[in-house]
Each structure stands twice: as structure tokens, then as C-alpha cells.
């Protein structure tokens, strides 16, 4: 079993929908929680940074940790086709994640215009 | 732009071939990671050094190695490579190690043929 499991998708939804991604995970150490986006060909770039259980919301974008059940979600609001590229959920023990991020493999998303 | 540069963009070596990947960190930043992504293990943690010195290792082949120099940038070294060596690699880097995002680089695609 891996410790981080990300469905790959394809995810496809019309534009302005609501986007629901998410990731479960094995190892209970697990406090620090992130979503980066991975465009075609770029590196990751961070979208949200989370400790702990909880909701975090920026923008479009909303974070929820539930360590009880270890399960990640991101939601994406108001959805626009330059949201469409590979969602990768990661997550640490350590604060800075000294001893690396753990990453699922990520879920490509497709925004229909 | 996260302000990390890794060069070159892309490689293509052959078989027992030895490489040199480099990294620059964003001004500042004091920490560099190395991540290995395929299409089958995703985004895999390599090796961590912090001003100069390692500091966490992951999943790093005995075959390749890093460091980092006094102007803080790294470089990971890649030898007798194989055709299962072909990835894309990424460096991140952060400001210190504890509580601190990761910016990632633009990566550098190997190709071992």
C-alpha cells in the first residue's frame, strides 16, 4: 500500500463547476498538508499550505484536513479552464518537510470550457 | 516564476553515462531538495542539503549523488545511468528547515537512451 493514494483521473467538468480532489494517506506522523499544481512540463507550484486538522480557504480554493479519517480534499470554486493541470497532494511530518514531502501521484483535471 | 533555476531544460545521454544536474535556490533560501518524477513512482524524494550539509535522504540510488556549495547552489550527480533513470528531475528550495514551503524549479528532463 502506498502511503499517499491520489486518484489519476482523467477529472473532466464544464466550466464554472465545483472541483472536489482528494487523497488519503497511512501514515499517522502526517501534520503538514499541501496542494501544489503541476502545469504540462513546469514544476509544481504551491496552491496551499495546511498543519493540521482543519479548513483553509484562499480564494477559489478550499483546504480540508481530516486526520481522524486521513483524508485530504481540495476544492476549487468557480471552476476556468486555467485551472485544467495535475493536482498533486503532499504532505510531511516535519514542518518544512526537512525529510521530504511525501507526494501522491497526482489527478489531472480538465476544465471544459 | 518561483526563482529557482536548474539547468540544462533537457538531457540526452546514453547508457553508463555519467551527468551533472545543476540548481540555483531563490535568493536566500538556504535549504535545496532534489525530487526524481516518473510517470509510474510520481514525485519521489531524493536528498536534502541545508547551508552545505546533508541533511535527509531519501530514495537516492547509491549510483547518484549531491552537494551543495558554499554560493549555496547544488548539483546532483547521475552515473552508470540506466534507461529506467529517464525522469524529470526537480530541485525545491526553502528558506530554512522547519515550517517552510517548497518552491520547485522548472526541473530538468533526462533522457537515457
Known amino acids: 500500500q502506498k502511503e499517499v493514494e491520489q486518484d489519476p483521473g482523467p477529472l473532466s467538468v464544464p466550466e464554472g463547476a465545483i472541483v472536489s480532489l482528494n487523497c488519503t494517506y497511512s501514515?499517522?506522523?502526517?501534520?503538514?498538508f499541501m496542494w501544489y499544481r503541476q502545469y504540462s512540463r513546469k514544476g509544481p507550484e504551491l496552491l496551499m499550505y495546511?498543519?493540521?486538522?482543519g479548513n483553509k480557504e484562499d480564494g477559489r480554493f478550499t483546504a480540508q484536513v481530516d486526520k481522524s479519517s486521513k483524508y485530504i480534499s481540495l476544492f476549487i470554486r468557480d471552476s476556468q479552464p486555467s485551472d485544467s493541470a495535475t493536482y498533486l497532494c503532499?504532505?510531511?511530518?516535519?514542518?518544512?518537510?526537512?525529510?521530504?514531502?511525501?507526494f501522491g501521484k497526482g489527478t489531472h483535471l480538465i476544465i471544459q470550457p | 516564476d518561483s526563482g529557482v533555476t536548474q539547468t540544462p531544460k533537457h538531457l540526452i545521454t546514453a547508457t553508463g553515462q555519467r551527468v551533472t544536474l545543476r540548481c540555483s535556490p531563490r535568493?536566500?533560501?538556504?535549504?535545496v531538495y532534489w525530487y526524481q518524477q516518473s510517470l509510474d513512482q510520481g514525485l519521489q524524494f531524493l536528498i536534502h542539503?541545508?547551508?552545505?550539509?546533508?541533511?535527509a535522504k531519501g530514495n537516492i540510488l547509491e549510483r547518484f549523488s549531491a552537494q551543495q556549495f558554499p554560493d549555496l547552489h547544488s548539483e546532483l550527480n547521475l552515473s552508470s545511468l540506466e534507461l529506467g533513470d529517464s525522469a524529470l528531475y526537480f530541485c525545491?528550495?526553502?528558506?530554512?528547515?522547519?515550517?517552510?514551503?517548497?518552491?520547485f524549479g522548472p526541473g530538468t528532463r533526462l533522457l537515457v537512451l
Open positions: 525545491a528550495s526553502s528558506e530554512g528547515t522547519a515550517q517552510e514551503t517548497q518552491y
Open positions: 501514515n499517522s506522523a502526517f501534520q503538514y
Open positions: 495546511t498543519y493540521s486538522s
Open positions: 503532499a504532505m510531511s511530518d516535519s514542518g518544512g518537510g526537512a525529510d521530504g514531502l511525501t
Open positions: 535568493s536566500g533560501d538556504l535549504s
Open positions: 542539503y541545508y547551508n552545505g550539509e546533508e541533511r
